[in-house]
């Protein structure tokens, strides 16, 4: 009795196993009857679920860096900017003088 049951176990196992290859084989044959656009659409969408995205304190971090630096530049160019203008200008009066 007990090897009749194990008999049918592994015909059912085999049954499975045959189904799952045939779904793969039908899926890799539909994948390759997508054209190029489809195809690119569909591997961007598998793309973008491995994407591990940023939680909402870390973007605002990061923006808060980018903003600090932004500034921080800002002022030493236009400090370098003055200087340098009255570097020039003190010049031209010698020039001139």
């Known amino acids: 009795m007990a ?6 176990v592994s015909v059912k196992e085999e049954k499975s196993t045959k189904k799952t ?4 084989k039908s899926a890799k044959d539909e994948g390759m009857k997508e054209n190029g656009v489809a195809k690119w659409f ?9 994407v591990t995205w940023p939680t909402r ?9 980018v903003l600090s630096v932004i500034v921080m ?25």
């Open 21 to 24: 290859k045939e779904s793969k």
């Open 73 to 97: 530049g800002s002022v030493i160019i236009g400090l370098l900017d003055s200087g340098l203008l009255k570097l020039a200008q003190f010049l031209v009066g010698l020039a001139k003088g």
């Open 3 to 8: 090897k009749k049951e194990n008999d049918e």
């Open 42 to 50: 569909h591997d961007l969408k598998v793309e973008f679920r491995n």
């Open 57 to 65: 304190q870390t973007v605002a971090t990061n923006t808060g860096v």
